[in-house]
């Protein structure tokens, strides 16, 4: 018997994460000797702001080194309170809040706990990688509605009314958006939530990790719109707002019931959270912003000059993104061009060809749900950003 047989249907079935399949390749390029650009990890490139990182050892110092109840002390709880009320506009209390190793675990314990096999899932579409497959793990059957770059990649109302059924349970969405930076506004939100309202089945899980890297003035939560806000699960973290990738927390505010039921998920696959980090991440949460803010304004420099690089090469069709640190640019009409060895045929093969040729690591926009794109995390320096740019336009002046 093969090793393989020895593996479940589910794991078999479920996809390696793209953006972590090309941060390997880019390592093992990097390897061989080569000066590798990384653009593919939606990592910051900051340091953890210093007074989080204090507040960490202060707790190591003072003991906070044991196991916490399963949906994270009460004092980060009373935090995020605090903050979804001042951020957001939502209104929870502490029993309604749930934390978790990161936002990753809070999407998949919202899926474990509400999804049966037959259940469908919307996905507004383009979609972050782990979406699709945490939901087919879970048991549920994912659904694609797409956004198209000529409508800033988000869905319409009607778009989103053709694709419910009887067996929608769940819609998924980020705003902003990872993979394109997109921003749904409020005007937005109400229009999809006058769909959703007709649906009580449907629960609504609302991505928000990247508020905080938001260049529109204001951010929009669905949670707020009366008419949906008791279906609304509220998903955030710490990861990319206050550069704290590694700590590994994330959390989430929903209605009582799921919120108990997700617990429960948690609490036999991992239980608490990191204690001396819920302490730091209560602090970061409760102070000066300032350090948050200046680094959306080093993304919003970065935006503006990676459109203008991107913007001079031939055949490279770009938006206006107006969150995270993600550009998500058209590429298809270098499908089916060639440098006399090599084909692109698509989004895969241009991403594999300007990694090898290039050395510079991008993602596939295949594995985010539309075929035609690359993602590019501009979350690194203007310098490295202005060298991986023309080494891309040099790359594909070669291919006819």
Known sequence: MSSKELLSNKLQNMSESATLAMAQKAREVRAQGHDVIALSLGQPDFDTPDHIIKAAQEAVDAGYTRYTPVPGLLELREAIVTKFKRDNGLEFTPTQ????????????????????????????????????????????????????????????????????????????????????????????????????????????????????????GKHASIGTIPSVKDRVVTINGMSKGFAMTGWRLGYMGGPQWLINACNKVQGQFTSGANSFGQKAAAVALTSDLAPTHKMAEAYLNRKKLIQKLLGEIPGIKINNPQGAFYIFPDVSSYFGKSDGTTTIKDSFDFAEYILMNAHVAIVAGAAFGEEDCIRISYATSEDQLTEACRRIKETLSKLS
Request: aromatic letters at 10%; one cysteine or more; glycine letters at 4%.
């Open 97 to 216: 809040i749930s934390v978790s190793n990161g936002a990753k675990q809070n999407i998949a314990n919202v899926c474990l706990a509400l999804l049966d096999p037959g259940d469908e899932t919307i996905i507004l579409t383009p979609y972050w990688v782990s979406y699709f497959d945490i939901v087919k793990f879970a048991g549920g059957t994912p659904i694609a509605v797409k956004g198209k770059i000529d409508q800033d990649f988000k869905v319409t109302p009607d778009q989103l009314e053709a694709a419910i059924t009887d067996k929608t349970k769940l819609l998924i969405f980020s705003s902003p958006c990872n993979p394109t930076g997109s921003v749904y506004t409020m005007d937005e939100l109400e229009a999809l939530a006058a769909v959703l309202e007709k649906h009580e089945r449907i629960t609504i899980i609302s991505d928000e990790i990247y508020e905080y890297i938001n260049f529109t």
